[in-house]
Nanobody
């Protein structure tokens, strides 16, 4: 069973930056599609960014131009670089690993708070 562990969240001032990391266990990371989601209080979880096993990326309109998703298959790690953070970016951020319909794993989440 795949386990995901996110890190890198915290308190940051508006306009600041954070880089989130998500480390996956196991040996299937290189063939997995990875995604970063977030869930703000009282709201549904939303997809922010995704990256395929081939490195193709996609972004939600709400964060396009401010975030970059990347992966390091040698480290079983996916990253989310977030810049120009806004108070409305405050949420719990989750990573997701998916391999077809066979594996769909989630991390425990990392809190990001954007406040002065």
């Amino acid at each position: 069973q795949v386990q995901l562990v996110e890190s890198g969240g915290g308190l940051v001032q508006p306009g600041g930056s954070l880089r989130l990391s998500c480390v996956a266990s196991g040996s299937s990371f290189s063939i997995a599609a990875m995604g970063w989601y977030r869930q703000a209080a009282g709201k549904q979880r939303e997809l922010l960014a995704s990256i395929t096993m081939f490195g193709s990326t996609g972004y939600a309109d709400s964060v396009k131009g401010r975030v970059t998703i990347s992966r390091d298959n040698a480290k079983n790690t996916v990253y989310l670089q977030m810049n120009s953070l806004k108070p409305e970016d405050t949420a719990v951020y989750y990573c997701n690993l998916r391999i077809g319909a066979r594996i769909d794993a989630w991390g425990q989440g990392t809190q990001v708070t954007v406040s002065s």
